[in-house]
């Protein structure tokens, strides 16, 4: 009778273990918050390419941002999205929000290095610019 009463005992806190255990395990998600990791660019990099390719993957997250505009993930979470660069120092901001209105936001710091080229594209597309504003009498 003895040994009876002390597997009941046993087995109750067992349970009780188990639940609790549980709950702790999906209660993470809530206590975790959101996170986000860039893979690529690398923070400080320089470049001498306009266009760069942000990638990364966020966990826990509602809502992901890049520079302010919002993009989506695959099932994994991770994302992937094309940027346009200006030239010089370019910082490029990653935000993310839960569910729970808990933020957590990254920086990545890229330098676009001014080529002749580059140059002399945006000094034709400002003159053809400026012209066109000359002829309507702006």
Do not use: C
Not at 12 to 19: C, E, M, N
């Amino acid at each position: 009778m003895k040994l009876r009463k002390i597997l009941q005992i046993a087995g109750g806190v067992l349970f009780v273990a188990i639940i609790l255990g549980y709950s702790l395990y999906q209660a993470e998600d809530f206590w975790a918050g959101p996170t986000i990791t860039i893979n690529t660019p690398a923070d400080g990099i320089g470049t001498d390419q306009p266009r760069i390719q942000l990638t990364g993957q966020a966990e826990r997250i509602a809502h992901l941002y890049v520079n302010g505009r919002q993009i989506y993930t695959n099932r994994n979470g991770r994302f992937s999205e094309k940027l346009l660069l200006t030239p010089g120092y370019n910082i490029i901001t990653v935000r993310a929000d839960d569910a729970f209105d808990r933020r957590v936001q990254k920086q990545v710091r890229v330098v676009l290095h001014a080529t002749s080229s580059l140059l002399f594209s945006t000094y034709k597309h400002d003159r053809t610019k400026r012209s066109k504003e000359e002829i309507e009498g702006r």
